[in-house]
């Protein structure tokens, strides 16, 4: 399998995902490992946000952390073979992307010259991802995951109501949505009770 060119996402924070279904773990490692150009092009749809959130939580510029994406993506090509359970997926790619992070600035680090002091990153490929930031990334998966099992009226209302700046007016929404303005209170409630449910139904607290 050819690696891809992509793009990385043009936002962190988690985003309403694209209203293709979301291919289970098991099915993705499975067929990226046959070579599968489809199941390679669904895991970045499906991790992108979660690849890139990290190296900007970690301090870098939107420019290094794309570059740092770039290479997580080609690391995840290469090691996914050597990834034993597939449900582990996620949390793998958090730490690929924190090794490559810490490779970075390691990579940048001032040469150490007479009697100066340089603090050095942790040893990028034994070093654990901190829990807070583990903790971090996989409570915003969740909420990016559970966005996108949302039908598609309430994903798209969602995504204008919440994750647009600034968010969209009431008749804005009904507009484009072909609903009537009175409505839209009441079908907002409704997908937040269902995104609920499914956040509570993945563990998220």
Not at 25 to 33: K, Q, Y
Not at 62 to 89: N, S, T, W
Not at 104 to 118: C, D, F, H, I, T
Request: net charge neutral; with cysteine.
């Amino acid at each position: 399998m050819k690696i891809l060119a992509v793009e990385p996402p043009a936002h962190s924070e988690p985003q309403p995902a694209t209203r293709e279904p979301l291919w289970s773990d098991e099915r993705l490692v499975r067929e990226c490992r046959e070579g599968s150009q489809a199941a390679w092009s669904a895991l970045i749809e499906k991790y992108k946000n979660l690849i890139f959130s990290i190296p900007i939580k970690c301090g870098l510029s939107r420019e290094d952390a794309a570059d740092v994406f770039q290479a997580v993506c080609v690391d995840a090509l290469l090691g996914l073979h050597r990834l034993r359970e597939p449900k582990a997926l996620p949390k793998w790619l958090m730490q690929v992307s924190f090794h490559q992070c810490l490779r970075w600035k390691q990579a940048r680090l001032p040469s150490v010259g007479g009697n100066v002091e340089v603090q050095e990153e942790p040893e990028a490929n034994g070093a654990e991802i901190p829990e807070e930031l583990l903790y971090q990334v996989e409570r915003e998966q969740c909420l990016r995951e559970s966005i996108a099992a949302l039908n598609a009226r309430c994903n798209r209302m969602v995504g204008m109501l919440f994750f647009e700046h600034p968010p969209r007016p009431y008749h804005e929404v009904a507009k484009e949505l072909k609903l009537a303005t009175g409505s839209i209170g009441f079908i907002r409630g409704r997908c937040l009770q269902k995104l609920r449910q499914l956040l509570e139904a993945k563990g998220f607290k």
